[in-house]
């Protein structure tokens, strides 16, 4: 017998799985547009299979759809499809010898950029002298891993005029040797800008498929969504791009940012944006930088670092922050705040309390790299989301302490860092991200090492904080119910009648393979609104 609802898609599973919960007493389900209408047995295909039915049998394990909710998908995939990766350059003997395969390949007129650049490279503070005296008069700007700082070239700082002397609305700098002159390291977005903004711009369509490339490896590697916390252009015309072309492979909700020190004109014209989007992209959302980064002594702690530094807001008038998260709260967008200091964790629970909960979602803080025990009760006070990336702490610093991260901070604040167990005993809502390009894109990785709190594969390292490790169902609970809460879909990012159709089916049951063998379990296909994507022909390992 036909049923009252015929379905467009029809998925037979070896099984279906809940994070948090028992494997689902059910192998079958039935998608209508964008919507799951029904889970079971056999019983599904009589009930719901039409002549237009498309009915697939897959081997496999069907997960509510992985989303990264930290994100640059347009910057990060134009950074990685134009410029240098210094992710494995352990030196600067490395770097100089890759910089100088890449003038052999470019030429000494073209821009030579990077990033990943690991600033534990430099003994002190970071400068781009060396890349002066070996390479003269070449134009060189180099990202640092954190993606909050450059190191350019003289050649740069000649090219553009840059004095040491300039004025930001923000707490951006340029940093000067004793004699004032610039020494090539320049610390935040508003000065790195004046660098950036000159880089060549590409072609639209250049640019569109490296943010394709990108984004369809990680719809194999398992994501049905990314949260974007940016839309700085080209943003727009890439989304449009690909999404009028019927190319994007997964979900992208995006957040402007929100300048440092801006009024109300610069907010007016983010509701505005609020009304973008297409099939498969929105904007939902505006995003804050209330600090920087611990490692260029510009995040917001209340105490000072071992330097004297760390102890700023990023938004000279932190007031205009407060109103601000009002100002958007009011209208009922979700805020998400970039705050890595506990100082600056601190000041955004108290603007987001004062300004209240929002309809449309939920607000959110980031990174929250060291907080005290004062400040993990009250995510679950007011429902804020506690947005962790701890892939940078597993990644980006030593266990031993000797990075710049943990030297800075001192053993008592580096104790508390990446809270995510800690968090979670609080009851807050935890979700993990990877804050691509500066995480890995995979999520199964991502979540191995929330479990493992090391690299997943380095079996021999020490992990960082393994007190603060996570289980199976937590990790995958934070890359898939909590991002729908953030995006407003109460009750969402599950198995279930009703719930929207963004699965993940995975060859193993996840929850019950230990940390590495998540990490290469083949992702046979993804459903992102009820259009199921077969990536079998990538398994096994999807490429990762």
């Known amino acids: 017998m036909v049923g009252l609802v015929n379905a467009d898609l029809i998925v037979r599973a070896r099984g279906l799985r809940n994070p948090g919960g028992d494997p689902l007493a059910a192998t079958t389900l039935a998608i209508r547009g964008d919507r799951i209408v029904a889970m079971g047995g056999d019983e599904i295909l009589r009930e719901y299979a039409a002549a237009h039915t498309r009915i697939e049998k897959i081997d496999g394990v069907v997960l509510p759809g992985l989303v990264d ?19 494995r350059i352990g030196t600067l003997g490395e770097l100089l010898a890759a910089t100088g395969e890449r003038i052999d390949q470019l030429g000494t007129r073209d821009w030579i950029t990077g990033f990943n650049l690991d600033v534990n490279l430099f003994d002190g503070q970071p400068s781009g002298q060396i890349l002066g005296e070996r390479f003269p008069g070449v134009k060189i700007s180099y990202m640092t891993a954190d993606a909050h700082a450059l190191v350019v070239s003289p050649a740069v700082i000649a090219h553009l005029g840059i004095t040491g002397r300039e004025q930001f609305a923000d707490a951006s700098r340029i940093h000067t040797d004793a004699q004032g002159a610039p020494t090539g390291y320049i610390v935040e977005l508003q000065a790195m800008d004046l660098v950036m903004a000159h880089y060549p711009d590409l072609p639209i369509e250049q640019a569109a498929d490296h943010v394709l490339a990108e984004l369809s490896q990680m719809a194999s590697c398992g994501l049905t969504g990314v949260h974007a916390l940016d839309f700085a252009e080209p943003s727009e015309a890439v989304y449009k791009y690909l999404d009028d072309r019927g190319l994007l492979p997964l979900k992208v909700r995006c957040s402007p940012l929100i300048p440092a020190d801006s009024g109300p004109e610069a907010w007016e014209r983010a509701v ?3 009304a973008l989007g297409g099939r498969r992209w929105q904007v939902a959302g505006v995003k804050f930088m209330l600090d920087g980064t611990a490692d260029n002594g510009s995040a917001w702690f209340a105490h000072p670092d071992c330097y004297g530094q760390n102890t700023d807001s990023l938004w000279r008038n932190p007031e205009a922050y407060r109103r601000a998260i009002a100002y958007f709260s009011a209208r009922g967008i979700p805020t998400a705040t970039h705050a890595i200091g506990d100082a600056a964790v601190a000041y955004a629970l108290d603007a987001i309390e004062a300004a209240g909960p929002v309809a449309g979602g939920a607000h959110r803080i980031e990174h929250l790299e060291s907080i005290g025990d004062q400040l993990l009760p009250r995510f ?26 943990s030297v800075r901070l001192g053993s008592e604040r580096s104790a508390h860092g990446w809270r995510t167990r800690d968090l979670l005993r609080a009851k807050a809502p935890l979700a993990l991200g990877s804050d691509w390009p500066i995480g890995a894109a995979d999520p199964r990785i991502a979540l191995a090492d929330a479990q493992l709190r090391r690299p997943v594969e ?8 393994l007190e603060q490790a996570l289980t199976a169902a937590e990790a995958y609970h934070a890359m898939t119910s909590v991002p729908a809460l953030a995006a407003g879909q109460e009750g969402g990012g599950i198995l279930a009648p009703g719930a929207c159709a963004d699965l993940t089916i995975f060859a193993r049951d996840p929850l019950s393979l230990e940390p590495r063998a998540q990490a290469a379990n083949p992702v046979l296909a993804t459903i992102v609104d009820g259009q199921l994507e077969d990536h079998r022909c990538d398994a096994p390992g999807n490429g990762s």
């Open 69 to 87: 909710i930290h994100t640059h998908p347009v910057w990060g995939s134009i950074e990685r499809g134009t410029s240098l990766d210094l992710d």
């Open 272 to 274: 505005e944006q609020q």
């Open 380 to 405: 679950a006070q007011l429902g804020v989301i506690a947005s962790v990336q701890p892939v940078h702490g597993i990644r980006l610093t030593s266990p031993d302490g000797s990075d710049n991260w």
């Open 458 to 465: 380095q079996p021999g390292a020490m992990p960082l904080h």
